[in-house]
């Protein structure tokens, strides 16, 4: 008895769109973007007459502002518009870390107060247009600043809309990468080194006969200028960037150091049903050896099967049921886990299952060896039945290879990637459709319970693996290996073991995942070497006298934006996967 061999295409798979434009608000977001907004717009409001003053020498007047009216412009600036930098710098110290936070907070409180000192020393002069020189308006300004860099920060910032139902890995940032380690670790010396830095200035200034308000005005400028917040955003940025490109492209990623080793990554297993193959196994060809013939070999083994979920069992019902043939329930069914199962039929023990099953029962193979070794060589999956303890024949099933499968390991290999097929067929078929892939290595007739042991013998080899497959088996091989990749989505069981999952079941976006991996961390080591060369040059500069606060604290807004902005650039990330 034969059928055709499935060839349709597989039904959808679930896809994760999204909006064009950027998600709207939610009314709290929304609260806080204008309580931003209008803190931003006071403190300028605040700031700008502080640093009009300035202009009037340009018309030939010596004029400034009087103290007290500069201390009730730069106060509410201070103390009102800046009291987010005093609350997260505080938080920064209880926690014995530094951040640009608390850099604002002592750059700007060291302006603040010298100003109030000379202030205070005015006497009547406090009210006079012709007062001491001071310096509300470095205060001021930098603190207006630095809430204007916020402010264009979170513009920048990607919003996405997820529709009911959708799954989008929103802690994908929770997980720390390597380069972030070692970001957070140059970051615990980077504030303290700059606090010394700004110290040493101010010492130094002092020592070549500077006024100790000048002094201290460039003791300030180094401590704002640095730029933390720049080096702190290189990896987050363009990992969230990155993650929202992903899942434009149908990867899921749940866990970002998964990125890391994505890029890293020198072989990719495949499992075969399911992911090389469309899942959809068809019988094709029916032996039989036994008194009744195909029909009704077939007919009690899909009996049998009634009691399995494996994808052959349903092969196999579907053909019975096209046959029109009339099935018994079976008694006393057992799966045996990768080899098969086994159950009584009619008052019969039916065995049915692997070679290596029937050959543990003492099941001779032999008068149907020919036969078989033709249909394995096809790349057909075969089915040994026994019936009380002898061969009663065989039925091959066949899986149609997925559509884009050698073009994915074409694309893996042309990235310098090993491609090996994992599977539980016969050497005869694993090498039948390891061929029709372009696959080099097969390990074949490897069950279940195995994958993951051969995936740790080829990481003694010290290579590192990632393990693709559908998650219905082998979600201890997906656990194993370095990064395991669901095709087609996965339970939410197997994205606990698998942190990348392909929302379609497309065996190309494998490639896109590590091409993606890769460009994340280009984007990464960009972002980190303008981060370093900012804070190289500007630190110097700032402790040579050439930068005044206002300036500086400009310069530390945008070098964030700068990052964000340059993360922003994977947007335009276009796939080199080709797709015939």
Request: positive net charge; charged residues 20%.
């Amino acid at each position: 008895m034969t059928a055709t061999l499935l060839d349709d295409s597989l039904p959808p798979a679930p896809t994760v769109e999204h909006d064009s434009r950027a998600a709207p608000l939610n009314p709290d977001a929304a609260g806080r973007r204008r309580r931003e907004l209008l803190t931003l717009g006071v403190a300028a409001l605040l700031t700008l007459p502080l640093l009009g003053q300035l202009l009037l020498p340009l018309f030939g007047s010596e004029a400034r502002l009087p103290p007290l009216v500069q201390l009730a412009l730069a106060a509410p600036v201070q103390f009102w518009a800046g009291a987010r930098f005093y609350r997260a710098g505080w938080a920064a110290l209880r926690r014995s870390r530094g951040d640009r936070d608390l850099l604002v907070a002592l750059g700007t409180s060291a302006a603040f107060g010298l100003s109030l000192v000379l202030t205070l020393a005015a006497g009547p002069a406090m009210l006079s247009w012709q007062g001491p020189q001071l310096h509300y308006e470095a205060a001021a300004a930098v603190v207006t600043l630095v809430l204007l860099g916020r402010v264009l920060e979170a513009r920048a910032r990607d919003r996405i809309a997820v529709r009911p139902g959708e799954r989008e890995a929103a802690d994908a940032l929770g997980s720390r990468r390597p380069v972030q380690r070692l970001v957070d670790r140059i970051g615990a010396v980077f504030v303290p080194a700059v606090v010394a830095v700004a110290a040493a200035t101010l010492a130094g200034w002092l020592l070549a006969g500077a006024a100790p308000s000048t002094a201290i005005l460039h003791a300030v400028a180094v401590l704002v200028v640095a730029g933390p917040a720049a080096l702190a955003l290189a990896a987050p940025a363009a990992i969230l960037v990155g993650l929202g490109v992903a899942a434009r492209r149908g990867l899921l990623i749940a866990d970002s150091a998964a990125l890391e080793v994505a890029r890293r990554l020198d072989t990719v297993v495949f499992d075969k049903t399911g992911t090389l193959t469309l899942g959809r196994p068809a019988l094709v060809e029916t032996l039989a050896v036994a008194p009744g013939g195909e029909a009704e070999l077939l007919r009690l083994l899909a009996s049998a099967q009634q009691g399995s979920a494996h994808p052959l069992a349903g092969a196999l019902l579907v053909a019975a049921r096209e046959a029109g043939l009339a099935l018994s329930a079976p008694a006393g069914f057992r799966a045996l886990a990768g080899r098969g199962i086994e159950a009584e039929v009619e008052g019969r023990r039916l065995l049915a299952g692997t070679r290596r099953l029937l050959a543990e029962r003492g099941v001779g193979t032999a008068p149907l060896e020919a036969a078989a070794g033709r249909l394995e060589r096809r790349g057909l999956t075969l089915v040994w039945v026994a019936l009380e303890g002898g061969l009663a024949g065989l039925l091959a099933l066949g899986d149609a290879l997925r559509p884009g499968a050698a073009d994915a390991v074409t694309a893996l290999q042309a990235r310098g990637l090993e491609v090996v097929l994992l599977t539980g067929d016969s050497r005869r078929t694993a090498d039948a459709v390891a061929t029709a892939a372009g696959i080099p290595r097969v390990l074949a007739e490897v069950p279940p319970e195995r994958k993951a042991g051969e995936i740790a013998r080829l990481q003694g080899e010290g290579r590192r693996v990632a393990m693709v497959g559908d998650g219905v088996k082998d979600a201890p091989a997906l656990a194993r290996a370095e990064l395991g990749i669901v095709l087609g989505g996965g339970s939410e069981a197997t994205l606990e073991s698998a942190p990348v999952a392909l929302l379609r079941a497309d065996p190309l976006l494998v490639a896109e995942t590590v091409d993606l991996a890769r460009a994340i961390r280009g984007k990464i080591a960009d972002n980190l070497f303008w981060a370093f060369a900012y804070n190289a040059v500007a630190i110097p500069i700032a402790v040579l006298g050439y930068l005044s606060p206002a300036v500086a604290g400009a310069a530390m807004a945008l070098s964030s934006v700068a990052v964000i902005g340059n993360a922003r650039l994977l947007e335009r990330y276009r796939s080199r996967v080709r797709r015939d």
